[in-house]
Structures are given as structure tokens and as C-alpha cells.
């Protein structure tokens, strides 16, 4: 399983940004889709995560309703809408993957947010 995530780059403060997750395999296949984050000198965090079983979506204190998951099937994507960033989200936003207990990690993509 391989999974490539883009879309980071440098917005100001009160901007918006839409991530990108695009998997090897079917979306479907995998049990739950996540997006973490790590910032400079913290640990990496949950951001959102996906049962693609319930199809519901949970999101960090932090962001919630700010960024939005959403699935592309037909693309074998999902992604994280942000909305009203904030220099505190400035961040290596990775995708994680859960398959049959296993975690799959895409590389990375830099968010960096100016105040």
C-alpha cells in the first residue's frame, strides 16, 4: 500500500487549504483513514480520523469545525479541507492508513501558516 499526500504549501493566517491523499488501492479496503500532524520539536498528533466502515468522521479538539474529511472512491483519495488556518497549525500534515491492524504512512506534506 502506498499513499501520496500534497496539497501543503504557505497560506496566511484565516486562509484555507485542501490536503490530498491518494491511495495505491481502494479506499474501501482499508478499515480507517487519518490525518495527522507534526509540528517542529512536538510529537506527531491526530487530526481526523475516518471509519470507512461508519463513514463518520472524528476530528481533534483543535480543529473541529475548521478542517473538514472527505473521500474521493472513484479516485481513491481522501482529503482534509482546513479552513481558518492558524499559525499554531503549522505542521507535517502526514495520511495514515489502517488495514487489518496494520498502519500505512504517506510521506509527509508541510503546511506553514503566517501570521
Known amino acids: 500500500v502506498q499513499l501520496q499526500a500534497s496539497g501543503g504549501g504557505l497560506v496566511q493566517a484565516g486562509g484555507s487549504l485542501r490536503l490530498s491523499c491518494a491511495a495505491s488501492?481502494?479506499?474501501?479496503?482499508?478499515?480507517?483513514m487519518g490525518w495527522y500532524r507534526q509540528a517542529p520539536g512536538k510529537q506527531r498528533e491526530v487530526v481526523a480520523l475516518?471509519?470507512?466502515?461508519?463513514?463518520?468522521?472524528d476530528y481533534a479538539d483543535s480543529v473541529k469545525g475548521r478542517f473538514y474529511f472527505s473521500t474521493d472512491g472513484a479516485k481513491n483519495t481522501v482529503y482534509l479541507k482546513m479552513n481558518r488556518l492558524k499559525p499554531e497549525d503549522t505542521a507535517v500534515y502526514y495520511c495514515n492508513a489502517l488495514q487489518n491492524s496494520r498502519d500505512y504512512w504517506g510521506q509527509g506534506t508541510l503546511v506553514t501558516v503566517s501570521s
Open positions: 488501492e481502494s479506499i474501501f479496503s482499508f478499515n480507517v
Open positions: 475516518f471509519s470507512m466502515d461508519s463513514g463518520r468522521p
